[in-house]
């Protein structure tokens, strides 16, 4: 069984930055295309960034610009670095790998922007 572990949420002012890191617990991981969601009380979960296991990613337009996602295969770890937060990006992150046949999920870390 797959398990991804989040950390790095909290509570940042308006135009900080902080670094979110995903562990995943199982080698072939690093194969998959991995990404960031997010999901805002009474909104639906949304794709914030993703990244392909060569390194290929890709963004909302919400974030672009402002968020970078990285990826260490050694590490099995996936990161999203989110500089220039904004009240709007408050949410709950949830770290994702996709498999041809399944999705693989983490518990999810909060992230609240405010002043």
């Known amino acids: 069984q797959v398990q991804l572990a989040e950390s790095g949420g909290g509570l940042v002012q308006p135009g900080g930055s902080l670094r979110l890191s995903c562990a995943a617990s199982e080698t072939f991981v690093r194969l998959l295309p991995m990404a960031w969601y997010r999901q805002a009380p009474g909104k639906q979960r949304e794709l914030v960034a993703r990244?392909?296991?060569?390194?290929?990613?890709d963004y909302s337009e919400s974030v672009k610009g402002r968020f970078t996602i990285s990826r260490d295969n050694a590490k099995i770890t996936v990161y999203l670095q989110m500089n220039s937060l904004k009240p709007e990006d408050t949410a709950v992150y949830y770290c994702n790998a996709e498999a041809l046949n399944r999705q693989y999920w983490g518990q999810g870390t909060q992230v609240t922007v405010s002043s």
């Open positions: 990244i392909f296991s060569g390194g290929r990613s």
